[in-house]
Structures are given as structure tokens and as C-alpha cells.
């Protein structure tokens, strides 16, 4: 089992960046792959990206890409993602998602960080 904690959220103008961090407790954080995820008020949660066991894959939502990018930090079991060129749209509570190596679905969430961009 894995707890996971976000952090770095806030308010930003449009086009500024931030970083968000989600640390995870455990001694097993490579055996998860980990996702980032946001819901927007009245929207469907949205997985942003995703990131493999070791790092070396990543994937991104098409709303994201160019913009955000995801990595970990396996000795410090902490996964990242920093945010570029932020939107308005991009507006929503971020939550941080682990899903062991043998799952198929994103077992364990954060309790989310809200992030707000204003025009």
C-alpha cells in the first residue's frame, strides 16, 4: 500500500508555471507507475500524464501536451509535474494516482491540490 501526498498548488496568472510534487510513503514507489489527474468543477476527472515504473515512458493528454511534463524521483519517492504556459482551462484540483506494476487501474489517490489560473 502507498499514501500519497501533493503539494505545490496555487493561483498563477495565465502563462506563468508551477510545479507540483506528490510524495509517497512506502519503500515500493518504483513498483508503481504514477499518474497525474485533474477535475475541473462540473467535468470528468482527466488523467494529464502518466509515467512508467522507471521514468523512461511517459504519456500526456492531448489538452497538456508541449506544455506539462512529468517525472519522478525513485530514490526520493517523489513524482512531479511541472506546468508551462498554464491556461485557464487548466483551472482544476490536481490529484496524484499509483498503480502497482501488476494493476490495471490507478489503485491509490492523493487527496489533491487545487490549482487556479487566472486570465
Known amino acids: 500500500q502507498v499514501q500519497l501526498v501533493e503539494s505545490g498548488g496555487g493561483l498563477v496568472q495565465a502563462g506563468g508555471s508551477l510545479r507540483l510534487s506528490c510524495a509517497a510513503s512506502?519503500?515500493?514507489?518504483?513498483?508503481?507507475?504514477m499518474g497525474w489527474f485533474r477535475q475541473a468543477p462540473g467535468k470528468e476527472r482527466e488523467r494529464v500524464a502518466a509515467?512508467?515504473?522507471?521514468?523512461?515512458?511517459?504519456s500526456y493528454a492531448d489538452s497538456v501536451k508541449g506544455r506539462f511534463t512529468i517525472s519522478r524521483d525513485n530514490a526520493k519517492n517523489t513524482v512531479y509535474l511541472q506546468m508551462n504556459s498554464l491556461k485557464p482551462e487548466d483551472t482544476a484540483v490536481y490529484y496524484c494516482?499509483?498503480?502497482?506494476?501488476?494493476?490495471?487501474?490507478?489503485?491509490?489517490w492523493g487527496q489533491g491540490t487545487q490549482v487556479t489560473v487566472s486570465s
Open positions: 494516482a499509483a498503480r502497482w506494476k501488476s494493476s490495471t487501474a490507478f489503485d491509490y
Open positions: 512506502g519503500r515500493t514507489f518504483s513498483s508503481y507507475a
Open positions: 509515467i512508467s515504473l522507471s521514468g523512461g515512458g511517459t
